[in-house]
Each structure stands twice: as C-alpha cells, then as structure tokens.
T-cell receptor
Framework: AQSVTQLDSQVPVFEEAPVELRCNYSSSVSVYLFWYVQYPNQGLQLLLKYLSGSTLVKGINGFEAEFNKSQTSFHLRKPSVHISDTAEYFC????????????FGKGTTLSVSS | DTGVSQDPRHKITKRGQNVTFRCDPISEHNRLYWYRQTLGQGPEFLTYFQNEAQLEKSRLLSDRFSAERPKGSFSTLEIQRTEQGDSAMYLCASSSGRHTEAFFGQGTRLTVV
C-alpha cells in the first residue's frame, strides 16, 4: 500500500522568505501526487498535482513542487511567502492501479510572520 | 453544481448512541472517500467507494463503523455505540478519477460526551 511522510510538522518563516515543505512517499507502483492546503476554519483545496511528464509542477498562489522519483520525494516550494500563506499543507498520494485510495500525510503547519 | 455537501455539520451525541452522517458528492463523480481528521492531524483514510462498490477500508474502520453508497450516489457513514475517541471531524470527498482533484465537503464535526 502507498504511504506518505511529511517530514516537518511546523515550519515558521518570515514574510517574503522562501519556504520548502518536505514530502516523501512510498509505493511499489507509479504514483500520482498532490498538495492540498487548509486555511484556518476552511475545507481542503488543491494546490497542485503531479500525474506524469515534467517533474516540476506549478500550482496556485505561486507554489510549485518537484517530483523526484529516485528520492521518492515531492517537496513544495515558494520563493517568497506572504502572511496569507499561513495554513496547514497536506501531501497526498495515490497510484495508477485501479482501486487505490488517496492517502494523506499528517500535514505541515506553515506560519508566516512579519 | 454546489460541491460536496455533508449533513449534519455538527453532531453532539452521548457515548453509546448511534450516529449517521450523510454525504452528497458532486454529481457524476464516481469516487467517494470518507476521512477522519482530528486537531492538528491530516485526514485519515477510512473508506472509499467507486460507484456503489466499497473498494477499500482502513483498519481504522472498526466493526462499529459502516458505510454505504446505494446506487452510487449519496453515501452514509454510521457509527454504532459511539465512544469518546470517535470525536473528530468526518470529511467526505469525491472525484471523477484517480488522477483528478478530490473535492472536499465542509465536514461533520462529531462530539461524543
């Protein structure tokens, strides 16, 4: 079965600094990878996804992620964060096999301060 | 399309009582997921339907939990003999395929007292 590990539970950064949120996955077959964001008191929404092709994917709000198959990673990055990026970020994985579920990591809290 | 809707939004119940939650997915989405989320944690996978077939269940889903999706439309999640440890946000999501975005509902917050 597939699984995902988010290596940092909390990441504090200052406004306009770059940030990287780390995600590693485990699967014996090809994967589809996603990053979701959950703002305070709101539901989850998709930031970006990797299905195939280019390993660098761009999402909403200036975020991007790079798929690295050899390191089984899918780290999320933003070159300059804003206060409004403060939220919980979740990495999720599923596979290209029929009948596999979408599995989430435990999340990373990004706290942006001025 | 109004998105994924869940009912009720909040439920307070006494320990030992049964509760049932409903999820209406986005129409034409054949995949439907149930997750449980506690404070500071990610969504924990409970179960997943493709159309009316329940394809996978987490070992978190004890015998007290049951889910159905009759006719591949709405879904219900029932918890029997609730325990305080069942207190959590129960999330429903739907998608049209493995490679597509899962859209989440606002969740049902269960408090067992």
């Amino acid at each position: 079965a597939q699984s995902v590990t988010q290596l940092d539970s909390q990441v504090p950064v200052f406004e306009e600094a770059p940030v990287e949120l780390r995600c590693n996955y485990s699967s014996s077959v090809s994967v589809y990878l996603f990053w979701y964001v959950q703002y305070p008191n709101q539901g989850l929404q998709l930031l970006l996804k990797y299905l195939s092709g280019s390993t660098l994917v761009k999402g909403i709000n200036g975020f991007e992620a790079e798929f690295n198959k050899s390191q089984t990673s899918f780290h999320l990055r933003k070159p300059s964060v804003h206060i409004s990026d403060t939220a919980e970020y979740f990495c999720a994985v599923t596979t290209n096999q029929a009948g596999t579920a979408l599995i989430f990591g435990k999340g990373t809290t990004l706290s942006v301060s001025s | 399309d109004t998105g994924v809707s869940q009912d009720p939004r909040h439920k307070i119940t006494k320990r030992g009582q049964n509760v049932t939650f409903r999820c209406d997915p986005i129409s034409e989405h054949n995949r439907l997921y149930w997750y449980r989320q506690t404070l500071g944690q990610g969504p924990e996978f409970l179960t997943y339907f493709q159309n009316e077939a329940q394809l996978e269940k987490s070992r978190l889903l004890s015998d007290r939990f049951s889910a159905e999706r009759p006719k591949g439309s709405f879904s219900t999640l029932e918890i029997q003999r609730t325990e305080q440890g069942d207190s959590a946000m129960y999330l429903c999501a739907s998608s049209s395929g493995r490679h597509t975005e899962a859209f989440f509902g606002q969740g049902t917050r269960l408090t067992v007292v």
